[in-house]
């Protein structure tokens, strides 16, 4: 038994080293079992996929396969393959990084955050909603992991304020030993729990505040409001992110695949998008707050009646005045911050005004087909880079004893460069070469033929099974890698069921997102977790009902006001031709006589 252990480690050890060798032999039927243009690129997706769902390599480094893979097997040359890496969409979304950028460098986010913060209360169910929707606004421009990583030192400290030092360190042994088990079990680094990494930082010289004992109820209540804190934010970050085109890769993955599948399809842009989903999200958010308040928060029916303890009172108080000075400790709004904001405002406005759909937009005016959401995002970035961070003073070209110092701009290339997440963008890129791909070897053509037995199956229920079914898989998976994966499937299962492609590829797309029950599902869930403060039981009583909602409302949303928005009722002219293309190739593909590979 002892050397069979001892094999399982090492075995264990080197499992990515033996998933990269074996995958790829185990896939080798795959080639034979398939016409030999459609099971090579089969081969590749697949072979990528398995590395995705277990990262056997990097991410970003599993995207650049095509680039080598697609070539050597005669499935596309390099001069179609390498161009997918840099479609106008990678450039919106490393717009919409680059303008994060610059709300990060001059703390606008925190600013806002805080702002918020104060605006809602300090009541714990109040302060969960100020948390969600602050965090939720956030990751529509933010990345949702940075919205996460903002937002949890500042939960941290108004958690210490309403409890109290003493408190917060009493209640770190009920559960120090099953979550420093369960961090480790899901590959996390233990770090310092909230309390702990302030009761080391915490001023010597602030005096120890006089708790009164508290019952065991009450204890319970204190554990349960660190929960639904810590929970609250990267669940938010989860759903905000979908908010916007931007605001998530799979959103962008989705409108890079359909210009790949269906060119003519132009019912998909920033303004359309977020017109659907920030409806949805706002429900979205209302429903989980509730969820996590009654289920954390203390929020009870009969607790909006209840009378406050003293002790209850004067811990809000202390909260309030730890949002206060966390305000005030930013100063007085500078000029950059005033200039980011208002580049920030413009990029907003005119991508959701480029061309919104119910009216013309200014997009009108130019060329047809010229203009896109990646040249808007971009023509606003460029001026992060040469906007001075200070006020212009005209008196400095007139007084020669002024020091002739350069003045730094909103955003300096250096620090754009440390800060964009780049690995996103080539994943973006391997999404697309995938798509294509597919449509060029002929693929696409070969799963519509196999989705056959599926054309008497009801739309509502599709797009219901096709939801849940995402948003399980997502749980154990890269969303990124879920819909590059997914999407080609759900194009031609819509072709097959003669129901807009949209309507089955928006939902998917959402689905994805929706990932709340496991710590390794998102980084936002593994950041919240490692905290140490949260149990995989938790997560999971807690991500649960969460996950069966937001496939309910996404498919609610997508029957109701998606269909007007994006003409969901009707099977759309590119559509049809897309059909029609498919199938001439589907005829030509059986009666043509497949050379041996």
């Not at 791909?437 to 519509?448: A, F, T």
Request: charged fraction near 15%.
């Amino acid at each position: 038994m002892a050397a069979l252990a001892a094999v399982a480690k090492k075995v264990w050890s080197a499992r990515r080293l033996l998933v990269l060798l074996f995958t790829p032999l185990a896939l080798l039927p795959v080639v034979f079992a398939l016409p030999p243009k459609e099971g090579r690129c089969l081969f590749v997706i697949l072979l990528m996929a398995v590395y995705w769902c277990t990262e056997a390599l990097p991410l970003s480094v599993t995207a650049l396969l095509p680039i080598i893979l697609f070539p050597f097997l005669g499935i596309l040359p390099s001069s179609k393959v390498c161009p997918q890496y840099f479609l106008d969409t990678n450039f919106l979304f490393l717009s919409g990084l680059i303008m994060a950028s610059a709300i990060e460098e001059w703390n606008l986010h925190r600013r806002i955050a805080l702002k918020v913060l104060m605006l809602v209360g300090v009541q714990p169910a109040w302060l969960i909603l100020g948390m969600m929707v602050t965090t939720s606004l956030l990751s529509m421009w933010l990345s949702n992991t940075a919205s996460t990583a903002m937002m949890l030192p500042i939960a941290s400290a108004i958690l210490k304020s309403l409890f109290g030092q003493k408190e917060a360190q009493k209640d770190l042994s009920w559960e120090s030993a099953e979550n420093a088990a369960a961090v480790r079990t899901n590959g996390l680094h233990t770090v310092p729990t909230e309390m702990q990494f302030l009761a080391s930082t915490e001023d010597k010289d602030c005096p120890e505040e006089v708790e009164a004992p508290c019952s065991k109820k009450e204890e319970e209540y204190r554990r349960n409001i660190w929960k639904g804190f810590l929970i609250s934010i990267p669940y938010s970050a989860s759903i905000g992110g979908t908010a916007t085109l931007t605001g998530t890769a799979p959103n962008l993955i989705l409108l890079g695949q359909l210009k790949s599948f269906f060119p003519q399809c132009d019912v998909v842009n920033f303004g359309s998008w977020f017109i659907f989903a920030f409806p949805l999200m706002l429900l979205f958010l209302l429903v989980g707050w509730l969820w996590i308040s009654f289920l954390y928060g203390g929020m009870t029916l009969r607790g909006w009646r209840k009378k406050k303890s003293e002790i209850r009172a004067d811990a809000e108080e202390r909260a309030r005045a730890v949002i206060r000075e966390e305000f005030r400790n930013l100063g007085p709004i500078k000029f950059a911050e005033q200039a980011v904001f208002i580049l920030f405002c413009m990029f907003a406005v005119l991508l959701f005004s480029r061309d919104p759909k119910f009216i013309p937009g200014w997009a009108s005016f130019f060329t047809p087909g010229f203009l896109s959401d990646a040249v808007t995002g971009v023509a606003i970035v460029i001026i992060l880079f040469f906007f001075p961070s200070q006020r212009p003073s005209f008196k400095w070209w007139f007084d020669f004893n002024a020091p002739n110092t350069e003045t730094a701009p909103l955003l300096t290339w250096t620090k754009a460069q440390a800060t964009v997440p780049w690995n996103i963008i080539l994943l973006l890129g391997g999404g697309f070469a995938m798509a294509k791909g597919c449509e060029e070897s002929g693929l696409s053509v070969w799963i519509s033929n196999q989705l056959h037995p599926l054309e008497n199956v009801p739309p509502v229920l599709a797009v219901l099974l096709i939801t849940a079914v995402i948003a399980f898989f997502t749980e154990f998976a890269s969303n990124t890698a879920t819909i590059i994966i997914f999407l080609p499937v759900l194009s031609e299962l819509a072709i097959r069921l003669r129901v807009h492609p949209l309507y089955l590829m928006i939902p998917g797309t959402i689905g994805c997102s929706y990932a709340f029950m496991l710590p390794v599902s998102t980084p936002p869930n593994s950041i919240a977790f490692a905290s140490g403060h949260l149990l995989v039981k938790d997560m999971v009583r807690a991500g649960f009902l969460m996950n069966v909602v937001g496939v309910l409302l996404l498919n609610l949303a997508v029957n109701t006001w998606a269909q007007t928005i994006f003409q969901l009722g009707t099977f759309p002219d590119w559509a049809r031709n897309h059909s029609a293309i498919a199938a001439a190739l589907s005829s030509t593909v059986a009666n043509h006589t497949f050379p041996t590979l």
